[in-house]
């Protein structure tokens, strides 16, 4: 599967932006996907997750409540919607996909779990 994120941009604190992953291939539905950022400097980080169809999403506790993770499969679409931001949002956003569920299950969080990635985004959030 290819993936192709956009939608990054600049704002100010407290603005929202939503990225959008696109991915190619007729068997979207059959990977997990998730959002990862790097700030300059600083390791890739987990931002969100979402399953196959239904099941749960996962957030990392710095944009809980701010961040919403949706998925498409009829569009092969991936949504990060990103409310409240602020400037330690800032950095160039990824999103990624893993097909087997004994990579994802537990390791969602991990960067190693995901076979597949963007080239990224960039979200810049000025104070």
């Known amino acids: 599967v290819q993936l192709q994120a956009s939608g990054g941009g600049l704002v100010h604190t407290g603005g929202s932006l939503r990225l959008t992953c696109a991915a190619s291939?007729?068997?979207?539905?059959?990977?997990?996907m998730g959002w990862f950022r790097q700030a300059p400097g600083k390791e890739r980080e987990f931002v969100s997750s979402?399953?196959?169809?239904?099941?749960?999403?996962y957030y990392a506790d710095s944009v809980k409540g701010r961040f919403t993770i949706s998925r498409d499969n009829a569009k092969n679409m991936v949504y990060l919607q990103m409310n409240s931001l602020k400037p330690e949002d800032t950095a160039v956003y990824y999103c990624?996909?893993?097909?087997?569920?004994?990579?994802?299950?537990?390791?969602?969080?991990?960067?190693?779990?995901?076979?597949?990635w963007g080239q990224g985004t960039q979200v810049t959030v000025s104070s």
């Open positions: 990624a996909a893993v097909r087997a569920y004994s990579s994802y299950s537990g390791r969602y969080f991990d960067t190693t779990s995901y076979d597949y």
């Open positions: 291939g007729r068997t979207f539905n059959s990977y997990a």
């Open positions: 979402i399953p196959w169809s239904i099941g749960t999403t």
